[in-house]
């Protein structure tokens, strides 16, 4: 699955240019920058949410799910009945996705109940529940203790490699984000006229790209 080369940005400000990358199928794929660098808008533009300022990403053939931030816990729905919405989640698909997180005991409570990180992990097995060829997962561990993010996002990878959906989620932890992902791409320091790249890095070089992204302060040196 390979992009074209297109720009994003909001209200016509350009805030990434030149964009394009390719993702396995199968492939865990790290996304990771400061607040406010384009995390989210990169992935609203590839969900086909908002039009890219110029070029284009995937063909339309392609299936990408993004699933954001937050979404409402809606009282009187259970978390069986959430899990089912979307018309291509098969109730066995729904259940397999639970377990994996670990989260299908709470499969006949009312959503309402669920704290914060129960509810995130009902959310993020929605997504993999649903036959996507790209499932874009925005901050899929912002409310989970270190425990949980943990053997979340080990759980967000293994889905990647049984299933070969292709997933990119983002993430501010980025040791343990780091350890879970097959490719970092993450954002660079902008240019003379405000615009940054998108650089692509794995290994030791992920390592030093991720932590240099996500500080406002472009001139630390980050040895390898």
């Given at each position: 699955?390979?992009?074209?080369?297109?720009?994003?940005?909001?209200?016509?400000?350009?805030?990434?240019?030149?964009?394009?990358?390719?993702?396995?199928?199968?492939?865990?794929v790290?996304?990771?920058?400061?607040?406010?660098?384009?995390?989210?808008?990169?992935?609203?533009?590839?969900?086909?949410?908002?039009?890219?300022?110029?070029?284009?990403?995937?063909?339309?053939?392609?299936?990408?799910?993004?699933?954001?931030?937050r979404?409402?816990?809606?009282?009187?729905?259970?978390?069986?009945?959430?899990?089912?919405?979307?018309?291509?989640?098969?109730p066995?698909?729904?259940?397999?996705?639970?377990?994996?997180l670990?989260?299908?005991?709470?499969?006949d409570?009312?959503?309402?109940?669920?704290?914060?990180?129960?509810?995130?992990k009902?959310?993020?097995?929605?997504?993999?529940?649903?036959r996507?060829?790209?499932?874009?997962?925005?901050?899929?561990?912002?409310?989970l203790?270190?425990?949980?993010?943990?053997?979340v996002l080990?759980?967000?990878?293994?889905?990647?490699?049984?299933?070969?959906?292709?997933?990119?989620?983002?993430?501010?932890?980025?040791?343990?984000?780091?350890?879970?992902?097959?490719?970092?791409?993450?954002?660079?320091?902008?240019?003379?006229q405000?615009?940054?790249?998108?650089?692509?890095?794995?290994?030791?070089?992920?390592?030093?790209?991720?932590?240099?992204?996500?500080?406002?302060?472009?001139?630390?040196?980050?040895?390898?």
């Amino acid at each position: 699955m390979k992009t074209g080369i297109f720009s994003i940005g909001n209200a016509g400000r350009v805030l990434c240019g030149g964009i394009s990358f390719s993702v396995e199928r199968g492939e865990c794929v790290l996304l990771c920058g400061a607040n406010g660098s384009g995390k989210t808008t990169l992935m609203r533009t590839l969900a086909g949410l908002q039009k890219p300022l110029d070029g284009e990403n995937f063909g339309e053939d392609l299936k990408v799910t993004m699933l954001p931030t937050r979404v409402p816990k809606v009282k009187g729905f259970t978390v069986r009945e959430f899990m089912l919405l979307p018309k291509d989640v098969a109730p066995a698909g729904a259940e397999k996705a639970l377990a994996r997180l670990k989260a299908d005991a709470f499969m006949d409570r009312d959503l309402s109940t669920l704290s914060d990180g129960e509810f995130q992990k009902v959310c993020i097995a929605s997504g993999l529940a649903r036959r996507s060829d790209l499932l874009l997962l925005d901050e899929p561990a912002s409310f989970l203790d270190l425990e949980n993010r943990r053997s979340v996002l080990l759980a967000i990878r293994d889905a990647a490699h049984s299933s070969g959906t292709a997933i990119m989620f983002s993430c501010h932890d980025i040791h343990d984000a780091l350890t879970v992902a097959d490719r970092t791409l993450a954002f660079s320091a902008p240019d003379a006229q405000g615009i940054v790249r998108l650089v692509e890095a794995t290994g030791a070089e992920a390592m030093k790209q991720a932590a240099l992204s996500v500080f406002s302060d472009k001139s630390l040196t980050f040895m390898a």
